[in-house]
């Protein structure tokens, strides 16, 4: 049973929007800091967005900025990305990361312990 399970994904066009959805198993305690990451082929798996557990922090990737927005719902377990103005190089595997530690909020991958199996996102040209 996966402790983290991303949906959502899909192939879209360029400049078109997509939701992404991420739900926490109960067997996780404790969930503070969440946080979106993703991986292209030929490069290394990135950090795209982090919240803190009452959502009063919120980290992005400048690439990102201005067109992504991550949010979270503690009472259903989840957290969300609403992703605008997708471009082609938004292209990826994204993945959904979460801690029980005391994190606020990270972009560093090593920080967060439950890890989702990932869900595709395919922006066309």
């Known amino acids: 049973q996966e402790q983290l399970v991303e949906s959502g994904g899909g192939l879209v066009q360029a400049g078109a929007s997509l939701n992404l959805s991420c739900v926490a198993d109960k067997s996780i305690l404790v969930l503070h800091a969440m946080g979106w990451f993703r991986h292209s082929p030929g490069k290394e798996r990135e950090f795209v967005a982090s919240?803190?557990?009452?959502?009063?922090?919120?980290e992005y990737e400048d690439s990102v900025k201005g067109r992504f927005t991550i949010s979270r719902d503690n009472r259903r377990r989840m957290m969300f990305l609403r992703m605008n103005s997708l471009k082609p190089e938004d292209t990826a595997v994204y993945y959904c990361?979460?801690?029980?530690?005391?994190?606020?909020?990270?972009?560093?991958?090593?920080?967060?312990?439950?890890w989702g199996l990932g869900i595709q996102v395919t922006v066309s040209s």
């Open positions: 990361a979460a801690t029980g530690r005391r994190v606020s909020s990270s972009s560093s991958q090593k920080d967060y312990e439950y």
């Open positions: 919240i803190s557990s009452t959502a009063d922090m919120t």
